[in-house]
């Protein structure tokens, strides 16, 4: 794994716009140390930053790598409409990371890159309301009609959506060039404020 991985799949969490980015990353068949080492010392580096980096599965010659915002994911988790979606889905809700322990045993129920759980979005800094709208569409119950797709598929506020989507990619383009300029992942990370 490569800091080059990073940005340009995590860039607006890092810049502390976004709670959380999963990623897939490659990884030598039956040896997952070298990832993990890289794990553990991106831990050391950006835990500084408020952020903390998670390898939540484990298929064929990659892992799904999660790297989130923790005091981030906790407010989000704390939304009503996040609470009753997690409840519904088997989550205790106790803690927002007792909540990635049961997405990462989740996710390592699923066999294939089509088995995510459709809460994945509220770990992903997603509005809930439009997590409530995909999961409605996908288990057929009524859903309003999706607005527009971006980062996800909106069922909300497509206002806000689109200047999210718009900042996000903007965001992007200018980590990658200033990561490609030198800077390091540390320097790029912006601190969580308390």
């Not at 088997?90 to 990371?97: F, K, V």
Request: proline fraction near 7%; charged fraction near 25%.
């Amino acid at each position: 794994m490569s800091e080059k991985l990073i940005v340009r799949h995590c860039s607006p969490t890092l810049a502390g716009l976004k709670t959380g980015s999963l990623f897939p990353c490659p990884c030598p068949a039956g040896n997952p140390e070298e990832i993990l080492a890289f794990i553990r010392n991106m831990n050391r580096t950006l835990s500084k930053k408020g952020i903390r980096v998670v390898p939540m599965r484990f298929t064929g010659n990659n892992i799904l790598i999660y790297l989130y915002r923790p005091a981030r994911l906790k407010r989000d988790l704390c939304h009503p409409l996040a609470c009753r979606v997690l409840t519904e889905n088997g989550y205790t809700c106790e803690s927002a990371e007792q909540c990635v322990g049961c997405l990462m045993r989740r996710l390592r129920e699923g066999h294939g890159n089509e088995d995510f759980p459709h809460e994945i979005g509220l770990f992903l800094g997603y509005p809930p309301e439009d997590v409530c709208g995909f999961i409605d569409s996908k288990t057929g119950h009524t859903a309003p009609p999706c607005k527009c797709t971006g980062c996800w598929k909106v069922y909300g506020d497509e206002v806000r959506a689109q200047k999210l989507f718009a900042q996000y990619r903007k965001c992007t383009a200018v980590y990658c060039a200033h990561h490609a300029n030198g800077d390091s992942l540390d320097k790029l990370t912006v601190k969580e404020s308390v």
